[in-house]
């Protein structure tokens, strides 16, 4: 079966990404899962990706991130200051100088298709994920002596709309580490935002304060109350093998073609009032509740 094509709207988007350890590998220990929030970051700040909060367990990881519109511009200095986050000083004061040199000797066309080959790489869910994950497994493979794949098969990303489905996504990823029997609440996890947020980790709590003034606007604007929002509780395969995650009208929007519609698209995949459609023939068939 074709694997289902990754929803990219052309507007700023919510997706929950997660990716797994080769055979279930618990490769991920404290000194791991420090060297990639490291690398999460600088991949983050490349991409023009808000982190919202993040889970890192043992051999997977859940992120909640915000990816701009693809449309949005990208000046030369934010380029710069882009790549100074991932590639360091050095670099960006090299294509700096190299792309000064280059518009004063008449070059600007060529200096110009050597940032667009960055910018293109920025406003991109599937860029990020392949920035990210490249450079943990590059780093592992170094320091560890690991040979062969890191991850497993295709990151999985599912788009979420705004509001009460954004809110439960990031009460799922939080719950995480407690339906694994590893801590008895979220903010206990060491490597989750809630946890390392209360320890003062200025990154996570900017993240989350970026979450709770989306959940702010959204109920301003009528469309979003916290009583709404469903706990999760044990493993909730919408939230892992979806492609579109929120009410059924948002779900509708962006599941685009007649054949698309038909193969992913399944009504009965409801819990409460969120919908999530699937790509995969192994997907649970929920049922609804009251």
């Known amino acids: 079966m074709a694997r289902p094509r990754r929803v990219k709207p052309n507007e700023r ?6 990716s797994r350890i080769a055979n279930q590998a618990h490769f991920m220990d404290d000194k791991v899962k420090k060297k990639m929030l490291e690398i999460l970051h600088a991949a983050a700040e490349f ?3 808000v982190v919202g909060t993040y889970m890192l367990m043992d051999n997977h990881f859940h992120l909640l991130v915000c990816v701009p519109s693809p ?3 990208i000046p030369d200095d934010m380029v710069l200051r882009r790549v100074r986050a991932l590639y360091g000083e050095a670099e960006a004061r090299r294509l700096e100088l190299r792309w000064g040199q280059m518009r004063k000797d008449g070059r600007g066309a060529v200096a110009e298709a050597e940032a667009n080959r960055f910018r293109r790489r920025m406003h991109d869910v599937s860029e990020f994920a392949k920035t990210f994950k490249q450079r943990v497994a590059q780093w592992y493979n170094t320091s560890h002596g690991h040979v062969g794949t890191l991850w497993t098969g295709r990151f999985k990303s599912p788009l979420v709309e705004e509001g009460r489905y954004l809110a439960t996504c990031m009460k799922y990823i939080h719950h995480n580490p407690v339906s694994a029997g590893m801590v008895r609440s979220g903010p206990d996890y060491v490597w989750g935002a809630p946890g390392a947020a209360r320890r003062g980790d200025v990154r996570a709590q ?14 301003e604007e009528g469309r979003f109350s916290w009583k709404d929002v469903v706990e999760p509780t044990g493993r909730d395969l919408r939230f892992s093998n979806g492609v579109v ?9 962006h599941v685009h073609d007649a054949a698309d519609r038909q193969r992913r698209w399944r009504p009965n995949h409801i819990v409460g009032d969120i919908y999530s459609s699937h790509g995969q023939r192994s997907a649970p068939m929920a049922t609804r509740v009251a």
Do not use: N
């Open 47 to 49: 991409s023009g990706v």
């Open 245 to 253: 995650i929120g009410s059924r009208r948002f779900v509708e929007t």
């Open 13 to 18: 988007s919510f997706y929950h990404m997660i």
């Open 71 to 73: 449309d949005d511009p």
């Open 206 to 219: 900017a993240g989350l304060a970026f979450l709770v003034a989306v959940f702010k606007r959204c109920k």
